[in-house]
């Protein structure tokens, strides 16, 4: 069973950057599945936020967040990495990487996914 490891994240002020890594366990190869990344603020559903594929490296991105978020995924390290650049307050929320096939039909539904990060803080405040 992959264990998914979360790093980064913290405190920033708005307009900063913070880059989260996700790591996946050795001997669970990355390239034959998909990472999303999803966050939740306090009192909120879970939101997706993007989706890369390591089978064929297609990456999805929540609307609000494209411009501003890139995800990326080294196979070499077995790790994806989400870049948040031009960080808002509402921003703020605890992020979670998680793992799923890449053959699932909706990449923002978090039931499609199977195992979880411990999730990593993420604060943007003045």
């Known amino acids: 069973q992959v264990q998914l490891v979360q790093s980064g994240g913290g405190s920033v002020q708005p307009g900063g950057s913070l880059t989260l890594s996700c790591a996946a366990s050795a001997g669970f190869s990355l390239a034959y599945y998909a990472i999303g990344w999803f966050r939740q603020a306090p009192g909120a559903e879970r939101e997706a936020v993007s989706y890369?594929?390591?089978?064929?490296?297609?990456?999805y991105y929540a609307d609000s967040l494209k411009g501003r978020f890139t995800i990326s995924m080294d196979s070499a390290k077995n790790t994806v990495y989400l870049q948040m650049n031009m960080l808002k307050p509402e921003d703020t929320a605890v992020y979670y990487c998680a793992v799923r096939t890449p053959y699932g039909m909706s990449w923002f539904v978090p039931s499609e996914y199977s195992q979880w990060g411990q999730g990593t803080q993420v604060t943007v405040s003045s």
């Open positions: 890369i594929s390591g089978s064929d490296g297609s990456t």
